[in-house]
């Protein structure tokens, strides 16, 4: 079995092997060293990645029986070589793992609440707690002690210990491996097993931030990030809120109260829109009315239009067809035309069908309602005879249309 040097010493980087076992996985060159510093994925922290001779690790990963396998960029003899492991990433990992330790602890410790599960992403990491955080300000408490184990840089050991031990160390979380197990103590603090990297005191880890937290399965997901990570997103977002500050003329304790005006503002200036909107279509509509065409008791209102959406077509067909005795068939003409057909209640006669007849005779697709219908997909040169066919369908009903 692989000697897993990482155990003894986290900060390991550079390590010489033997490649004992060479073999192909799923179309990837893979290896097995006698001892490797590389980290498989394992207990929600992800693998490590750097160099085997002259190959680049990207994936390393253990199997049921705790082999642990070496995915290479390119074959790799069997044999000595060397390995370099990628520092910023180990180190990353690292600050994240021991910032989880010591924020479940804190949220035992605050709240008796149990961390359920761990997963440490590639920008930022999460906690599962077994049941619901009760508020924000819980959350902000455990965020200020878990800060504080970190700023008082605390020792961080690591234990070897028997499975019958485990209850005498007073471990946060029982472990399901026999034998000797490994156990990460923050001194005074909190001890759990665990066969991740660790830094070596808690003031490494720099920075612990709870970005958010929400309901999940009937517990509650916390997510986190901690030393460079956390950083990088505090730049990243004072920046943001420097943006907006000065976008706003304001300062930024005051950027949610000028948010909160604009929206305000925003939500006034809809409504004053869709009022103008619906004038607008009023006016609009009488105005057709004015110019409809009277057959055998009708008004037809006819007409095509450009650079305008379906939607505001169709409401302006039901605001025509509204009044008594009309019919509207209104197009937008595009690459192709799309057509909306309405039809007054005290008129004869069904628009969907109407449209679909048309159709099958002309082309195009469509349907919909006796009162309201639309097509889509037609000709632009022949709009004018789909339209004229429509409207034969209510001027001469019952096959009696006049051919075109």
């Known amino acids: ?40 994925t394992s207990g ?39 390995g370099l492991i990628d520092w910023s990433r180990r180190f990353d990992h690292m600050q994240q793992h021991t910032g989880q330790h010591i924020l479940s602890q804190a949220f ?28 924000n300000s819980l959350i902000q408490e455990v965020e200020e002690l878990a800060s504080r184990i970190v700023f008082e840089d605390r020792a961080v050991h690591t234990l ?4 019958g031990d485990l209850a005498a160390l007073g471990v946060r979380k029982e472990s399901q491996r026999t034998g000797d197990i490994r156990v990460i103590d923050v001194e005074g603090f909190d001890r759990s097993p665990c ?7 808690s003031g490494e880890i720099g920075l612990v931030s709870i970005l958010g937290h929400e309901r999940y399965k009937g517990g509650t997901r916390v997510e986190f990030a901690c030393g460079g990570r956390a950083l990088r997103i505090l730049r990243t977002d004072h920046g943001i809120l420097k943006a907006l500050g000065n976008l706003y003329s304001g300062k930024l304790e005051d950027l949610h109260l000028l948010a909160t005006k604009v929206l305000e503002e925003r939500s006034q200036l809809g409504r004053e829109n869709s009022r103008l909107r619906e004038e607008l ?9 004015l110019a409809a ?16 959406d379906l939607e505001s077509l169709k409401i302006l067909a039901q605001r025509l067809a509204a009044r008594g005795g009309v019919l509207a068939l209104l197009a937008l003409v595009n ?36 009162e309201l219908a639309q097509a889509g997909g037609l000709p632009a040169e022949g709009l004018e005879n789909w339209l004229q066919n429509v409207e034969d369908c209510f001027i001469h009903p019952a096959g009696k249309e006049t051919p075109h």
Do not use: W
């Open 44 to 82: 929600g922290q992800p693998y490590d990645t750097g160099v085997l001779g002259t190959s680049r690790v990207i994936k390393v990963e253990e199997d049921d029986s705790g082999r642990v396998t070496h995915i290479l960029d390119s074959p790799l003899p069997l044999g000595p070589t060397s």
């Open 195 to 201: 066969g991740g990297t660790h830094v070596r005191r």
């Open 335 to 370: 690459d192709t035309g799309q057509v909306v057909v309405a039809r007054s209640r005290d008129i004869a006669g069904d628009c969907g069908d109407a449209v679909k007849k048309t159709a099958a005779r002309l082309g195009g697709r469509g349907g919909g309602r006796p």
């Open 160 to 163: 070897t210990v028997g499975a």
């Open 281 to 289: 279509l009023d006016f609009e509509a009488r105005e057709l009315l």
């Open 1 to 40: 079995m692989t000697v897993r040097l990482y155990y003894e010493d986290s900060y390991l980087t550079r390590f010489s092997a033997n490649v004992i076992d060479l073999f192909a996985s799923n179309a990837q060159t893979a290896v097995v060293l006698d001892q490797t510093a590389f980290y498989p």
């Open 293 to 308: 065409r009277k057959i055998t008791g009708l008004l037809i209102v006819r007409k095509s239009f450009t650079n305008r």
């Open 108 to 135: 035992v410790q605050v709240a008796q609440l149990p961390t359920v599960s761990f997963h440490l992403g590639t920008e930022t990491s999460t906690i599962d707690l077994e049941q619901p955080v009760a508020s």
